[in-house]
């Protein structure tokens, strides 16, 4: 079946430094990819998202990119924010052809120090 | 619009107990889906629904567990006798109709979080 593995946690960076999450799956065909954020005290949001391989999804500075090759899809950030500090979970899911459920990963904290 | 809401937020239950959690999915929105997140964990596929119809329920842990969406809108999972095990947070999310036969991005709601004691 369907697998996410994420890097494990937690992670404690600086602002303004460089951030990788790395995230590996196991899937038959074609996923799509997500990565979803959990802030404090809220639900889960999706952050970004890639369909096919090499594309590379992006949102407020943060970029991953679908690696059918190596079937990886790392988070990656180049200068992190305090606001930045939440739960980041790397997801896939069958779209087409399949009902849409998303398998998820285990998570993985990220706290940023000013 | 609004968002995806769930109720009640937090729910306590002594072991044996039935539970009813509700979810009020994105108007419009054909697709529902309930997940289960473990404490420290990514959340896991419970079941799915499309209108009323529910398509999968390969996720569901025991015959305790039970869903519904009679009208294609709202949808509620029961859970009879709770055991211990069944402590976590419930998460719903929905999504409307993509294109070329792709499903949509999926909302999610803030989730309730159940602890049976």
């Known amino acids: 079946g369907n697998s996410v593995t994420q890097m494990e946690g937690p992670v404690t960076l600086s602002e303004e430094a460089f951030l990788t999450i790395n995230c590996t799956y196991t899937?038959?065909?074609?996923?799509?990819l997500f990565w979803y954020v959990q802030y404090p005290g809220e639900g889960l949001q999706l952050l970004l998202k890639?369909?096919?391989?090499?594309d590379k999804g992006s949102n407020k500075g943060f970029e991953a990119t679908y690696r059918k090759e190596t079937t990886s899809f790392h988070l990656e950030k180049g200068s992190v924010q305090v606001s930045d500090s939440a739960v980041y979970f790397c997801?896939?899911?069958?779209?087409?052809?399949?009902?849409?459920?998303?398998?998820f990963g285990q998570g993985t904290i990220l706290t940023v120090h000013p | 619009g609004a968002g995806v809401s769930q109720s009640p937020r937090y729910k306590v239950a002594k072991r044996g107990q039935d539970v009813a959690l509700r979810c009020d999915p994105i108007?419009?929105?054909?697709?529902l889906f309930w997940y289960q997140q473990a404490l420290g964990q990514g959340p896991e596929f419970l079941t799915y629904?499309?209108?009323?119809?529910?398509?999968?329920k390969s996720g569901l842990p025991s015959d305790r567990f039970f869903a519904e969406r009679p009208e294609g809108s709202v949808s509620t999972l029961k859970i009879q006798r709770t055991q211990q095990e069944d402590s976590a947070v419930y998460l719903c999310?929905?999504?409307?109709?993509?294109?070329?036969?792709?499903?949509?991005?999926?909302?999610f709601g803030p989730g309730t979080r159940l602890t049976v004691l």
């Open positions: 629904f499309q209108n009323e119809a529910q398509l999968d």
């Open positions: 899937a038959t065909g074609y996923p799509s």
């Open positions: 108007s419009g929105h054909v697709s």
């Open positions: 997801a896939l899911s069958q779209e087409k052809g399949g009902d849409g459920k998303l398998t």
């Open positions: 999310a929905s999504s409307g109709l993509g294109t070329s036969g792709r499903m949509d991005t999926q909302y």
């Open positions: 890639a369909t096919k391989a090499d």
